[in-house]
Each structure stands twice: as structure tokens, then as C-alpha cells.
């Protein structure tokens, strides 16, 4: 296989977590944090950039250790190597960034069971090499910290009148508070998810169009 080809695969491999099968907004995983802690663009942020860490931690770690952990014990083992990253990633926030930390509260210890991260140990990284399984778990990281980012956004934007804490709009606008409560999350979610599956459904009807 050429360099570029063995490039292009590479590149692809990293990009398809942004958008083509982004964990969010196409697989539809991870739920519970997506509408739980973005009632906040930097609660959305501060999350997704956790979960990429432990994604890319436990990714290669398991894609190191993949030839060595036996089969019958292979998801209590990737359970294992999870908690340790989170652990990491909650005391590393309680002792510099307390405030976000308190935010957060236990979807942080909850990471540990976020279905996106136990998926990719199983389908990809238990199946691939260190170099493969970083690209994929960036992506796949990157692409939900770039869905929880954007619902976050949008909830603060509608809901506050402010985005990452500055004001955008001055006293006169008025907050539609429902935006930052359970309901506002699941209406941009599901907004979002139409969005996406009308961009998906646009490139198909493209691909088959005759040249």
C-alpha cells in the first residue's frame, strides 16, 4: 500500500468520528451525559474532553494489551482499565478545576459506563494496532466533545442570553429558561439529530444521482 493511500486511510479513520458517524449526533450514544451537563457551554466542553481522554487512555492501552488479556475476561478487564482513567480525570478536576468539577457532580464516576467508550474497546481497539486505535478514539472523542460543545452552546446561547459566561445580548433580551432545563435539552438534541440525518440523506441522494 502506497503512502498516500495508507495517509488518505488514516485521515479517514480520524474523521469519521467528527461527522460521518459522530457518537452523538449518528450512533446516538452516550444520551445521558449529552442532556444532562450541557445546560452550559463549558459543562458541555469540560465533559467531552474528559470522556475523550479516558476514550483515548483506555484505547491504547487495550489495543497494548490485546494479545495478552484472555477473551473471558476481556470486558471486566476493559471495565478495569476504564475506572483507572476516570479516576485520574476526577481527581485532576477536584484539585484544579473545582468549580467545574462540583458542575459535573457524578456523571464524571458515570463515564465509566458510557457505552460509547466500552464499544469502541470491543469493535476497534481490542482489534487493532496502538497507531489505528489513537486515530480512531481521537475522533471518536473529538466528535462527541464537539456535540456536547454545540448542545451546550445552543442551551446557553437561548437559555442565558451568554455564551461561555459573556453576555451576547445585554438586558434586553429575555432568557427562555426552559432551554437550560431537561426539556431545552432534549428539543436541541432533537433538532440536531434532524439536522444530521437530512445532511446524511442529502449526500445519498447525491451519490446515486447520475454524473
Known sequence: MSNDVQGANNMQEFLKGLWRENPVFVAVL????????????????AMGLATTFVLIGSSLLVSMLRKVIPKQVRITTYIVIIATFVTVVDFTLQAYF??????????????VVNCLILARQE???SKN???RSFLDASGMGLGFAFALFTLGSIREVLGN??????????KAFEPWIVMILP?????VLGFLLLLFNWSAQRRKQHKIQPA
Open 183 to 187: 426539556p431545552g435539552g432534549f428539543f
Open 123 to 125: 469493535s476497534f481497539s
Open 30 to 45: 452516550g444520551m445521558c451525559p449529552s442532556l444532562a451537563v450541557t445546560n452550559s457551554a463549558i459543562n458541555g466542553l
Open 161 to 170: 442570553g451568554s455564551l461561555l459566561g459573556v453576555s451576547l445580548f445585554g
Open 98 to 111: 473545582p468549580d467545574i468539577h462540583k458542575a459535573l457532580g457524578a456523571f464524571i464516576s458515570l463515564i
Open 129 to 131: 494496532g496502538l497507531w
